[in-house]
């Protein structure tokens, strides 16, 4: 699918009123499917509700403060076509493996464009866990604690809580879910 930008709309014949994105928090979600209905012309291509509100308070600022420049809406498509949305690193033995490996790359080696959220290969990652510090160091293939090798930081996560943990939201490398609930810390 290929996207197109929304036509620009009739000017006014007064001054633009302030947008107030505050209006949007206060709507149902039912009152955000019928206000992207009237602004998209079109119904709402999903029912959550932060995408909803995102995507109607860019449209509404848009079209009272002005939309980007034609040369600057084209370079950000240009560089959204060319880009790798996501990346993981490749796991030892996987058919990734494999493609890499023919490529010349080591296995079990992290290519050149792993995960964003981790730390470079060398670095190393504390946490304190109830009163006992959590030292991991970050390796080229995987992860080393307490002299051992792991996979992934949610095994050693695991290993350490002996619950199920996320291991970039343990050891902070990003923030946890709003709904979700953790009972130690």
């Not at 620009?8 to 206060?26: H, I, Q």
């Not at 949305?85 to 058919?95: K, W």
């Not at 293939?141 to 695991?158: C, N, Q, T, V």
Request: aromatic letters at 8%.
């Amino acid at each position: 699918m290929v996207w197109t930008p929304m036509p620009k709309p009739p000017a006014s014949t007064g001054p633009p009123t302030p947008f107030d994105p505050e209006r949007l928090t206060r709507l149902t979600p039912v009152q955000l499917q019928s206000l992207y209905r009237e602004v998209f012309g079109c119904a709402a291509p999903t029912s959550n509700v932060h995408h909803l509100r995102r995507k109607l308070a860019w449209e509404l600022q848009a079209r009272i403060e002005g939309r980007l420049p034609e040369a600057a809406l084209e370079r950000a498509l240009t560089i959204a076509r060319h880009s790798v949305l996501r990346s993981r690193p490749v796991q030892p033995n996987s058919p990734a493996d494999r493609i890499q490996t023919a490529a010349g790359q080591q296995p079990g080696q992290q290519p050149a464009h792993g995960d964003p959220r981790l730390p470079r290969p060398g670095a190393c990652l504390v946490r304190t866990f109830r009163e006992r510090n959590v030292v991991v160091n970050v390796l080229a293939a995987g992860f080393e604690f307490d002299g051992r090798h792991f996979p992934s930081l949610s095994a050693i996560a695991s290993e350490v809580t002996g619950t199920r943990w996320n291991g970039f939201v343990f050891f902070g490398l990003v923030k946890p879910f709003r709904h979700a609930r953790h009972t130690s810390r």
